[in-house]
């Protein structure tokens, strides 16, 4: 999936978040978190400033929030603290990469280990 | 010893960089700015570590200077040691450090290229030099390493003329080029006087 397709299902998602929020039935809601389908699953992580994160997976993959805090936490420590990321532009921090791909690698070896 | 947030200092020093790139127009300016910024600190520290840590001693000897820099202010800086390293040349001398605390979580862009916020600790450490009575040039500079993902990084202190000739001087013996020394600073730097 190219850098287009994510920003069209990103602001795709940020729509349809807002207005889950609006039309839900229960009170207090703060929007979707987790949309299953056929295909795949789509986990939502919202931040206390609204940002939110969200990964898409197999149906059924386990512990997804965790790594949606993980990644949070590696948000905020190597795009937020790096002078040279303009807020709201695609992220392209070569630390955040490196060890994105590291929290990931480790998640999938720890459910195939299981 | 009151302990900072790593968090805090990243903050701080992001924003630093970032108001100065709103300053400036060229990368090497940005460079220069942050240096600057740096050698402000290292005067600073220089004059507290002095009367802190070391009783109030002055160093006048290059290695004796270059070990203080290293150990001494390191660790009150950055909370450890850094590895030492020689060069070819007399007036070169490195410190190689896998990544600088101020380098942490940032990331520089590929264009541009070989900018290094490590020249805010090159500031420092000139600061430090220059207060001390060691005039120097110190720049930071990313090492690619074979093996690994992220380049160490090198601080590298090239001495001014000065420096070297009065080292020459004081020389290997102690006493007798101490004399010369306090005699040929007063006259004048060419001529050695045999004792």
Known sequence: ?114 | MVLVSLSAFAFLFSELVQYNQTQVDNISELERRLEDAGYAVGARVLELLCHREKGNRKETRLLGILSFVHSTVWKVLFGKLTLEKGTEHEDEYMSSEKELLVNRFISIPKDMGTFNCGAFVAGIVRGVLDGAGFPAVVTAHFVPMDGQQRPRTTILIKFAEEVLRREARLGCDYFTDLVKAIIATAVDVKYKFLL
């Open chain 1, 1 to 114: 999936m190219d850098t287009n397709d994510s920003l069209r299902v990103a602001s795709l998602w940020h729509s349809m978040h807002a207005i889950s929020q609006q039309l839900s039935p229960t009170v207090g809601c703060s929007g979707i978190e987790l949309l299953e389908a056929d295909t795949f699953d789509l986990h939502c992580f919202q931040s206390l400033t609204g940002t939110k994160f969200f990964v898409v997976c197999e149906p059924g993959t386990q512990h997804m929030e965790v790594l949606l805090t993980v990644i949070y936490e590696l948000y905020t420590d190597y795009v937020l603290k790096n002078p040279f990321y303009e807020m709201e532009m695609p992220i392209r921090c070569e630390l955040f990469d490196i060890n994105l791909t590291q929290a990931i690698q480790k998640d999938r070896v720890a459910l195939l280990g299981r």
